[in-house]
């Protein structure tokens, strides 16, 4: 099933196209990763795609959208679970077991204001609301900047299992590794954006985006400059 479908995309920045004519559909069990360096639009598309900024061109959506911004846009008077449970509650849910918080490592921190968090425990809670929020049309923008190591590769591993063929993600990050990984397919936002399929070999993949990227970064550190 078709969720997302955008033709002839383009978006004006001070004066100037970020891109123009951009068009990609998503269908379910589809992973579409967003890469490139800063300015080149990334969070931009998903603005568009919610209806944030203005755009030309067409952006059709066929299915509730779950959003997840840079800023996170957590309520801080709220707990964990008031956050959680906030979208959940408009769209007249059930409400989530306590166990589910386990996966995301916030089992001890359910009733706790989210205002009292760090930065990264902060970050998980926003995932897991747009995860559980209902919708299967899922934007992810950013989501895992401020993990650590080994809670970034938890993350992940949580996309790669969890988010099935019910679903779609666009998701925009700055790090290559990230982009291998989760991506069934990645657009690449360079002066001719480009959409390839990640059906290479990681070390291979990861090769041909750094020279569609026009970059010369060596090591582990260096893949994630992009933002």
């Known amino acids: 099933m078709n969720l997302l479908k955008i033709e002839n995309l383009a978006i004006i920045y001070q004066y100037a196209y970020l891109f123009d004519e951009l068009n990609f559909s998503l269908n ?3 992973r579409l990763v967003i890469i490139g360096e800063s300015g080149s639009g990334k969070s931009s598309i998903l603005n568009a795609i919610i ?20 800023s996170l846009a957590l309520l801080d008077h709220k707990t964990v679970r008031g956050n959680v449970e906030l979208p959940r509650i408009i769209r007249k849910l059930e409400q989530i077991a306590d166990d589910e918080y386990n996966q995301f ?10 205002s009292k968090l760090s930065g990264g425990q902060r970050q998980r809670v926003a995932l897991m609301r747009a995860l559980y929020s209902g919708g299967s049309l899922l934007l992810f923008d950013e989501p ?13 591993d ?9 679903y779609g993600l666009v998701y925009i990050t700055h790090d290559l590794n990230e982009a291998v990984k989760i991506g069934t397919k990645i657009l690449v936002l360079s002066e001719y954006p480009q959409m390839i399929d990640n059906n290479l070999e990681t070390d ?7 020279e569609m990227l026009k970059t010369n970064i060596e090591g582990e550190q260096d893949e994630s400059m992009y933002s």
């Open 105 to 114: 490592g916030l089992e001890q921190y359910i009733d706790t204001y989210v």
């Open 158 to 166: 949580y996309f790669l299992n969890h988010i099935t063929d019910d």
């Open 51 to 70: 209806g944030a900024i203005e755009y030309e061109g067409s952006i059709e959506i066929n299915t509730d959208v779950s959003y997840m911004p840079q």
């Open 204 to 210: 291979v993949m990861k090769t041909l985006l750094k």
């Open 28 to 30: 379910k069990g589809e």
């Open 144 to 156: 895992l900047s401020k993990l650590d190591q080994i809670n970034k590769e938890r993350m992940m």
